[in-house]
């Protein structure tokens, strides 16, 4: 009993390590070369189970996801002559496996690739332009050119180059200090110059207003003087068409009027008897006699 359960197993053994060695599996997120003598015969894309010659040919299997490369900061020099330090990364996916192992092998050697490809068409692109442009305006679109030129030199290795983007850029610390002072003595310019026509047009509107303000008053004084004249007008006409009626009572009542003015309670005046101020007195004293 204990020779057929061995034999059992030997066999089931020789069964399972017949099938490792027969066939291969490719999951769905993988793609596989296969290699008889260190030679690539063919190229499994499609996920399944396949057979191989065992002992003789081999499975390579290669991701067929996105994948990420990081590179490391470099400097280069802009157009304007400043020096920049450039953190990118990259995304990438294996398009043609076999193409892949023939040119770069493994992951290792792709890195590699990447590195000179990446670095070669960032330094070239963005050494055309400014440090504003890089920095601010342009940045999107000299990415773009940078991608596009990358995909277009990686693909000879079997790879396809799906994005390129910049992480940071910085400064080298030794020329930080002289950008800063030339971008303060740059906003200070520009500071000053926004005062100053702040200033001047702050004195136009003042002016302005100054010269409104005049002319209202001007205006104003005017109307006043129409309006006053007028006024004195309608008086002299109505105090003549008064005085034309009776003549002698509007003296009376003028003259009353004079004395109700003058001469108040405790007034002391000193006149001539012939004064024409006491005309009405002596009159009103010549009655009654």
């Known amino acids: 009993?204990?020779?057929?359960?061995?034999?059992?197993?030997?066999?089931?053994?020789?069964?399972?390590?017949?099938?490792?060695?027969?066939?291969?599996?490719?999951?769905?997120?993988?793609?596989?070369?296969?290699?008889?003598?260190?030679e690539p015969v063919r190229t499994v894309r499609e996920p399944g189970l396949y057979m191989k010659l065992p002992f003789i040919q081999e499975v390579l299997y290669f991701d067929r996801r996105i994948l990420d490369y990081?590179?490391?900061?470099?400097?280069l020099l802009t157009i304007d002559k400043q020096q920049l330090v450039v953190d990118n990364y990259a995304r990438f996916r294996i398009l043609d496996p076999l193409q892949y192992y023939r040119t770069v092998r493994n992951e290792a050697g792709a890195q590699s690739r990447l590195d000179d490809i990446l670095y070669s068409n960032v330094r070239e692109t963005l050494g055309r332009h400014t440090?504003?442009?890089?920095v601010s305006e342009k940045r999107t679109e000299l990415l773009e050119q940078v991608t596009k030129r990358s995909d277009e030199n990686a693909r000879g290795y079997g790879i396809e180059v799906i994005d390129v983007r910049v992480k940071r850029v910085d400064l080298p610390e030794k020329n930080e200090q002289n950008v800063f002072s030339r971008m303060r003595t740059e906003r200070e310019r520009l500071a000053k110059?926004?005062?100053?026509?702040?200033?001047?047009?702050?004195?136009k509107i003042t002016s302005g207003a100054d010269?409104?303000?005049?002319?209202?008053?001007?205006d104003a004084r005017k109307q006043a003087d129409i309006e006053r004249g007028t006024g004195d007008a309608l008086a002299v006409k109505i105090f003549a068409d008064a005085y034309g009626r009776d003549p002698g009572f509007y003296a009376f009542v003028r003259t009353l009027e004079a004395?109700?003015?003058?001469?108040?309670e405790g007034t002391t005046l000193i006149l001539s008897p012939s004064s024409d101020f006491f005309r009405l007195l002596k009159e009103g004293d010549g009655r009654r006699q």
């Open 1 to 38: 009993m204990n020779r057929t359960w061995t034999v059992v197993l030997l066999v089931l053994a020789f069964l399972f390590a017949t099938w490792k060695l027969v066939f291969f599996t490719v999951p769905q997120w993988m793609q596989a070369v296969v290699v008889r003598l260190g």
């Open 70 to 75: 990081d590179a490391q900061p470099r400097e």
């Open 131 to 134: 440090l504003r442009e890089i």
């Open 193 to 203: 110059k926004f005062r100053a026509e702040g200033e001047e047009e702050a004195r």
């Open 211 to 218: 010269k409104d303000v005049r002319i209202l008053m001007a």
């Open 259 to 264: 004395y109700r003015k003058t001469i108040g």
